[in-house]
């Protein structure tokens, strides 16, 4: 909390998803295709900032710029329009 207003913290994670079939799963985009490493993709995804302290900032802001970068790295062969 600062100054009254509860603050949140984001965050970068890593988690390998083992069972993709959930009921809170509402869909899956295909964004692109990859034939880099996954070591490659993993290092792409650690360089976009997860930023703090501004509320107009969401984790689709991070999806966006997530995205964007996997391009620039050429770590998707090809991203959809």
Same mark, same amino acid.
Do not use: F
């Given at each position: 909390?600062?100054? !009254? ?9 890593q =988690?390998? @998803? +083992?069972? *993709? ?10 964004? !692109? ?9 993993? =290092?792409? @995804? +650690?360089? *976009? ?5 501004d ?27």
């Amino acid at each position: 909390m600062r100054d !009254g207003t509860m603050q949140q913290t984001w965050r970068y994670d890593q =988690n390998q @998803l +083992r069972k *993709v079939k959930t009921a809170r799963l509402l869909c899956r985009v295909l964004i !692109g295709k990859s034939e880099k490493s996954r070591q490659e993709l993993e =290092n792409s @995804l +650690r360089t *976009v900032p997860v930023v703090q302290d501004d509320p107009n900032w969401r984790c689709r802001t991070w999806a966006a710029h997530a995205i964007a970068q996997l391009a620039r790295d050429n770590v998707l062969s090809k991203v959809a329009n």
